[in-house]
């Protein structure tokens, strides 16, 4: 086992960090700016079109009859979330600044992931089709719910007005879901080649969240990012992560047990109603809010999403070890 993995540290963060990096240094502008941009939206309509691709109607149909559990997730994914961001108002601006606050607000109007939230409740031993059926229902709905929540939740501080929710919706239906659909579509046709090159499915995947976080963030260092964001802010943002964090697992393990449900479904809800979606927050942020705000939105979410990575997997080797002693 590597260092990296003993201190489950995903590598995918660390090389996010690394662009971060190479684009505060080497930031695109000008001509180069325009031909990354037109290169994001290709990659981004590519991410989508895979996400579709790889999504069975099978797997979901197998775990659509658990209703009461899919709404509990729901519940914790666009419910409570939100409400727990609007509970950080009151530590604004003493902790962290107003603009960190808005990321903050949009990370807890994202969906839930799909491929962590499966495999942490995979290796919990808890109920998987439910959890394919439940993480890949919080995907799809949120392309509408989360532009929704947006503009109720989150007030533009340059401007003083609401993102527009329906063009918001429509923005991400035509760059987003229809290339999800068409996808989805075309599942027969492709299915054989996408499980035979999985390893260049996800490696499109992560390359399309990258060009994103590039271009991003080159607009946001040009707009003088590193000057509004220092370490000691960051810090700030690691700790209210973990903060949010903790209180959602811890709502959402008594939640389950309150409702009487089994230690399978209990494991189901705590993974998927606990994580925020880092491949549809990056580009969902390039469709909704200006360019030079996207690297500071997202910096909440990147920090968020290696926390629950290494929370999560401390947590599912837990229950794996009480279920193997109950066996």
């Not at 990659?43 to 579709?52: D, E, Q, S, V």
């Not at 709404?71 to 509970?87: D, Q, R, W």
């Not at 992931?113 to 709905?141: D, E, P």
């Amino acid at each position: 086992m590597s260092g990296w993995q003993k201190l489950r540290i995903d590598p995918f963060l660390l090389t996010l960090v690394t662009v971060v990096i190479i684009a505060s240094l080497f930031p695109c502008e000008g001509e180069v700016k325009t031909v990354f941009q037109y290169l994001t939206t290709a990659a981004i309509a590519l991410l989508f079109f895979m996400h579709g691709a790889k999504l069975s109607r099978d797997a979901v149909l197998a775990g659509i009859r658990h209703w009461r559990l899919h709404l509990v997730i729901f519940l914790s994914t666009f419910a409570l979330f939100p409400i727990l961001g609007m509970g950080l108002h009151f530590i604004v601006p003493q902790w962290i600044s107003p603009t960190v606050y808005m990321g903050f607000l949009y990370l807890c109007v994202l969906p839930a992931t799909v491929q962590s939230a499966i495999a942490f409740t995979s290796v919990a031993k808890g109920n998987v089709s439910a959890a394919i059926c439940s993480a890949s229902a919080s995907s799809m709905l949120g392309v509408f719910l989360s532009p929704l929540l947006v503009s109720l939740l989150i007030q533009t501080q340059e401007s003083g007005a609401h993102p527009d929710a329906w063009q918001g919706i429509k923005d991400i239906i035509l760059q987003l879901m229809v290339p999800f659909i068409v996808g989805h579509l075309s599942r027969p046709l492709i299915v054989g080649w996408v499980e035979k090159h999985k390893k260049l499915v996800n490696m499109t995947d992560r390359s399309s969240i990258l060009l994103v976080v590039y271009v991003a963030f080159s607009e946001a260092v040009v707009e003088g990012i590193w000057h509004k964001i220092d370490a000691v802010s960051l810090v700030m943002i690691g700790i209210v992560c973990c903060i949010l964090l903790a209180l959602v697992l811890t709502i959402n393990i008594y939640s389950a047990r309150l409702l009487g449900f089994n230690k399978e479904d209990e494991i189901t809800i705590v993974f998927c109603g606990s994580k925020k979606s880092l491949a549809n927050g990056v580009p969902m942020a390039n469709v909704l809010f200006p360019a030079a705000m996207v690297g500071i939105m997202l910096l909440p979410l990147m920090i968020f999403h290696q926390i629950q990575l290494m929370v999560c997997a401390v947590l599912a080797n837990r229950y794996a070890r009480r279920a193997k002693k109950a066996e």
